[in-house]
């Protein structure tokens, strides 16, 4: 026989509906109510004309908006260069931290070497480092762009990070995979490969998202360097016709694409939680 709800339950079932939408309708009300005071409050102030004219005109936006899309386009090609290559150092340098053989000893003590240093390094310190100081050097063989210092760099700073968020993902992995994997039969590094790694990786994805945000933002430290980005452009713009109009649009640019990431880091942190709540049952 298929299941039916009794008249209480619908009722019940009702009842939550208008409750939820009562509590949407009022927070709904409530957000256009603070949003509308800030927007009253910024707009009737004495000085909002001048604001809105050093800061929000039409006319610089619209002028400025060329040049900065084109150097926004360095800024995207950093961030997906940089990407697929942080993942693979960090957990390359997570994967050297965790080894317990002594014959891979340095390649462990090389490992935490690497994430101290890096983490201790300010991102824009190391831009400036490798962009000025390595070419000055004059090996030979050796490249002496701008952008792809400034890309090691990034991949430095950002792949330091992305290493402990792997190593905290691999240690989450409870022991008693690990110990039936070797009952198993299979080597310390078929364990990592097979069976800690997938899960560990699986766990850290919403973190990880979180990085990539941040890295797209610094992807705008490279002007420090003279890479005509995006913030670059903006600046160039600004200087030229002392208006702040293009540092609101390159601020929009980043907005734009860091926004939908945020959302799925979101989706993901709330995935991950059923996920693991369902299991818990």
């Known amino acids: 026989m298929s299941y039916e709800p009794s008249v209480h339950e619908l009722n019940r079932r009702r009842l939550r509906r208008r409750l939820r939408w009562r509590s949407s309708l009022i927070a709904s009300l409530v957000t256009v109510s603070?949003?509308?005071?800030?927007v009253i409050g910024v707009v009737s102030s004495p000085g909002w004309p001048s604001v809105r004219e050093y800061f929000f005109s039409g006319f610089h936006a619209r002028e400025s908006f060329p040049e900065i899309a084109r150097g926004f386009l360095k800024n995207i090609a950093l961030f997906l260069m940089a990407e697929p290559l942080i993942l693979v150092l960090g957990l390359a340098v997570a994967l050297a931290r965790q080894a317990r053989s002594p014959w891979l000893t340095p390649v462990r003590v090389l490992a935490?070497?690497?994430?101290?240093?890096f983490r201790g390094?300010?991102?824009?310190?190391?831009?400036?480092?490798?962009g000025f100081g390595v070419?000055?050097?004059g090996l030979s063989g050796v490249p002496n762009s701008l952008f792809f210092w400034a890309l090691v760099a990034l991949v430095l700073s950002y792949g330091a990070y992305v290493a402990e968020v792997f190593r905290a993902g691999i240690e989450s992995i409870h022991p008693s995979q690990v110990a039936s994997a070797q009952a198993l039969g299979l080597t310390r590094g078929q364990t990592m490969r097979y069976v800690v790694v997938p899960q560990a990786v699986r766990r850290v994805v919403p973190p990880l998202l979180n990085d990539f945000?941040?890295?797209q933002k610094d992807?705008?430290?490279v002007l420090v360097v003279g890479i005509?980005?995006?913030v670059n452009a903006a600046q160039d713009y600004s200087n030229y016709n002392f208006n702040d109009t293009a540092i609101v649009v390159v601020a929009c640019f980043f907005i734009v694409l860091t926004i939908p990431l945020a959302r799925l880091t979101d989706w993901l942190q709330r995935r991950v939680a059923e996920r693991e709540r369902s299991g818990a049952r």
């Open 213 to 215: 945000v941040s890295l």
């Open 121 to 130: 390094i300010p991102t824009i310190l190391l831009v400036l480092l490798l």
């Open 228 to 230: 005509f980005d995006a």
């Open 112 to 117: 935490v070497i690497y994430t101290d240093l």
């Open 219 to 221: 992807t705008a430290l």
């Open 34 to 38: 603070v949003f509308a005071v800030l």
């Open 135 to 137: 070419p000055a050097l």
